[in-house]
């Protein structure tokens, strides 16, 4: 008898409409789910949905022809209203197929849920919880590399829950190592355009979790994306290595959340210089540092192994407000960063935000002013939003007097900070939109509404970069794909599969 594991399980990224371009960056956490399917022998099929216009026409398409009975979504909160929709159409052509969901948003709903059920609270991630629980079969919270086989047991529960530090689910420094790096064959690698200094690039994930408490940072109450959890030096070396042989790049990006959180970081950083000589070739690399945390002699280790771009999360230049995010760095020790990044050749790329308890249009002209006074060599702003799974929604509470409205206190002065209610699964553009009067706020303080905070973050962005000579990245538009004349294949840049046979060759 034919089961469920017997034939192929479809792995889905959902488009993510919300950014300027959304080839960039694969999905590597799904990746790495595959990864582990195809080391069991299990056959996958990967829809990429990344930067496709028509992707339920598309996704359509493929559940007609596909034998998969078993479907699984990842998806960011950005990601949501997309993932929703991908579901409602492999819910009509597939309607006896299994439907799962993974990823950071579903870690972050289960986490703000398990605080809630741990306060004795039935509160709104409760109840968002409970809305996804009801829209798919399985939900997998935190680490889905081992959990994905709970969860495509024909018995699963409807959650499986790796993000528990006592689970024989939830990943160790030893079993990152032991696991095969992601499947990246399974996405048109050659679709994906970053570049770093000119040079083509891919990205790696080298160690898990941020260990700090900024209010804004999803997943906070997750021990999975709290506990920091490393990867020897020899392991993220053999993946570079892998993927320079394999798809001849020289240019990587970290995409770890603070690179100098590993205590043997300059250790790895000379290891990447000693491949590069071993290779006879020449790196250029790209990651994010914690600026209080930065050295010198990190800034000249990271230099020589190629780097010669950081991304700091600095968030702002007003000391109350760095205050009021728990940033644990002051705007002297962030201004210190760019100097020794800056020394040392390193670019710095400021990453910004407004909105936060407290903001008024004096902490956003001190933002402002910071940055005309350190002159990043990018940057981004962006207006706070209030995720599941940040202290901000977690620890918010309704607001007096204003319906589908809430409020988070910072306890040390009571800055306030009020975030209308979100159908996550619904609305998107409240992330990160054209900058070219597209963005949209649903935060705001006593001193500043929704709108006047858009007014301001837009001319801020505007004369930081013209006075600073930083240029807008244009992105990159969506595509369609036909499938006319009865055609049921799809490009290989959106669908791609593997085997049994093929995953016992690798």
């Known amino acids: 008898m034919t089961t469920l594991m017997d034939r192929p399980i479809c792995l889905v990224i959902p488009p993510s409409g919300f950014l300027l371009d959304e080839r960039v960056f694969m999905s590597l956490g799904i990746l790495r789910v595959a990864a582990m399917l195809e080391h069991r022998g299990i056959s996958v099929e990967l829809l990429d949905l990344s930067g496709v ?10 559940a007609r022809a ?4 078993i479907f699984g979504l990842t998806a960011t909160t950005p990601q949501m209203p997309a993932a929703a929709k991908v579901l409602k159409v492999l819910r009509k052509e597939a309607p006896q197929a299994r439907m799962m969901l993974g990823g950071p948003h579903i870690t972050l709903v289960n986490a703000a849920a398990k605080r809630e059920q741990r306060l004795a609270t039935i509160g709104r991630a409760t109840s968002a919880f ?13 680490d889905g590399e081992d959990a994905i086989f709970e969860a495509i047991k024909p018995d699963a529960p409807s959650l499986v829950d790796a993000d528990d530090a006592k689970s024989d689910l939830f990943l160790t420094n030893e079993r990152l190592d032991e696991l095969p790096f992601p499947a990246r064959d399974l996405v048109d690698v050659g679709s994906y355009h970053y570049s770093i200094d000119g040079i083509r690039a891919l990205s790696m994930i080298a160690q898990l979790g941020c260990p700090f408490e900024c209010g804004f940072c999803g997943g906070r109450e997750s021990p999975m994306l709290r506990r920091v959890r ?12 892998e993927m320079h042989r394999k798809y001849d790049v020289r240019a990587f990006m ?9 205590p043997k970081m300059v250790e790895l950083m000379r290891a990447i210089r000693a491949l590069q000589d071993r290779l006879g070739v020449e790196f250029r690399l790209r990651g994010f540092v914690k600026s209080q945390l930065f050295t010198e002699e990190q800034a000249k280790a990271m ?18 407000i760095l205050e009021n995010i728990n940033k644990r760095a002051t705007r002297e020790e ?30 956003i002209r001190e933002t402002k002013e910071w940055l005309l006074e350190v002159k990043p060599d990018d940057f981004d702003l962006t207006i706070i939003t209030t995720y599941p799974g940040t202290p901000y929604y977690d620890r918010a509470v309704p607001a007096e007097g204003r319906p589908g409205w809430w409020v988070y206190t910072f306890p040390k002065n009571g800055d306030k900070l009020y975030s209308k209610e979100v159908d996550y699964t619904v609305v998107a553009e409240y992330y990160k939109g054209d900058p070219d009067g597209g963005y949209q706020a649903y935060v705001e303080t006593d001193t500043l509404t929704s709108d006047q905070l858009v007014a301001m973050r837009d001319a801020v962005e505007s004369e930081v970069r013209e006075k600073l000579g930083i240029p807008f990245n244009p992105g990159n538009p969506a595509k369609r794909f036909e499938a006319s004349m009865g055609q049921l294949g799809l490009p290989s840049s959106i669908l791609r599969k593997s085997s049994a046979e093929t995953a016992e060759k690798k």
Do not use: Q
Request: proline letters at 2%; aromatic letters at 8%; one cysteine or more.
């Open 66 to 69: 596909s034998d998969a009975k």
């Open 303 to 320: 230099y020589s192994a190629g780097f010669r771009w950081l991304l700091t999360g600095f968030e702002s230049g007003s000391p109350r």
């Open 334 to 363: 962030n201004t210190r960063c760019f100097k020794i990044a800056h020394a040392a050749g390193l670019k710095v790329k400021a990453l910004m935000s407004i909105g936060h308890p407290g903001e008024t249009e004096t902490t």
């Open 130 to 142: 409970n809305h996804l629980a009801g829209m798919f079969d399985v939900l997998v919270a935190g």
């Open 254 to 262: 970290l995409y770890d959340d603070e690179l100098n959180v590993n």
């Open 53 to 62: 216009e028509n992707f339920e026409e598309v996704a359509a398409l493929h």
């Open 230 to 241: 490393m990867r020897t030096t020899e392991n993220i070396v053999s993946e570079l290595e």
